[in-house]
């Protein structure tokens, strides 16, 4: 099993910067990807960005060039620096944990969430 926590939320003015953080523990066999979605009521959760095991990133395109996504080099915590803030950037932010066994998966772990609050 693998829990996961988040970080860092919070309320920002439109323009500003927020850095969430999330870290994974417990049984990890192999890593697929950590990554970040977001989700506003009444809305499916989305992709805002994502590293693979091996550091590839890929980015939401509303948030290129504003986000970034980084990871520790044991591979258990990620971040998320987020700049350039916009009201449209209001959501609660989950981090996700992909993880694979030799034989199976993937497996999908998710935490809490955390409110990111952007005003204008």
């Known amino acids: 099993q693998v829990q996961v926590v988040e970080s860092g939320g919070g309320l920002v003015q439109a323009g500003g910067s927020l850095r969430l953080s999330c870290a994974a523990s417990?049984?990890?066999?192999?890593?697929?990807?950590m990554g970040w979605y977001r989700q506003t009521p009444g809305k499916q959760r989305e992709l805002v960005a994502i590293?693979?095991?091996?550091?590839?990133?890929n980015y939401a395109d509303s948030v290129k060039a504003r986000f970034t996504i980084s990871r520790d080099n044991a591979n258990t915590s990620v971040h998320l620096q987020m700049d350039s803030l916009k009201p449209e950037d209001t959501a609660v932010y989950y981090c996700?944990?992909?993880?694979?066994?030799?034989?199976?998966?993937?497996?999908?772990?998710w935490g809490q969430g955390t409110q990111v609050t952007v005003s204008s």
């Open positions: 996700n944990v992909r993880t694979r066994t030799r034989w199976t998966g993937p497996y999908d772990y």
């Open positions: 417990g049984t990890i066999f192999r890593l697929v990807a």
């Open positions: 590293i693979t095991s091996d550091g590839t990133t």
